[in-house]
């Protein structure tokens, strides 16, 4: 199978930098996309920013110029840099992969994702 699993999240003051990394391993036979997704307590889960293999981005319109995107092909690693974080940035965050992957020995398109990490913005 596959599995994606999300780092770097956890507790940060306002106005700090938070790095999250996600990293996708498994029965991959090729990755198109990947993406950060954000689900804030009772809501439904949001667009943070995607970025495909070839390195073009695509941003919520709230988060540009504050987040930043970016992707490790040969590691089938996503990272999302944020910076001057606010307590409304709390959530859990959620990475994912839009590719081609091997199941029951068919490779089939799929979107898999992450287990979440939270993130908490608080003095």
């Known amino acids: 199978q596959v599995q994606l699993v999300e780092s770097g999240g956890g507790l940060v003051q306002p106005g700090g930098p938070l790095r999250l990394s996600c990293v996708a391993s498994?029965?991959?036979?090729?990755?198109?996309?990947m993406g950060w997704y954000r689900q804030f307590a009772g809501k439904r889960r949001e667009l943070v920013a995607t970025i495909t293999t070839g390195g073009s981005t695509n941003y919520a319109d709230s988060e540009k110029g504050r987040i930043t995107i970016s992707i490790d092909n040969a590691k089938n690693t996503v990272y999302l840099q944020m910076n001057a974080l606010k307590p409304e940035d709390t959530a859990v965050y959620y990475c994912?992969?839009?590719?081609?992957?091997?199941?029951?020995?068919?490779?089939?398109?799929?979107?898999?994702w992450g287990q979440g990490t939270q993130v908490t913005v608080s003095s």
């Open positions: 994912n992969a839009d590719g081609v992957f091997m199941e029951d020995g068919e490779r089939v398109a799929a979107v898999y």
């Open positions: 498994g029965r991959i036979v090729s990755i198109n996309t």
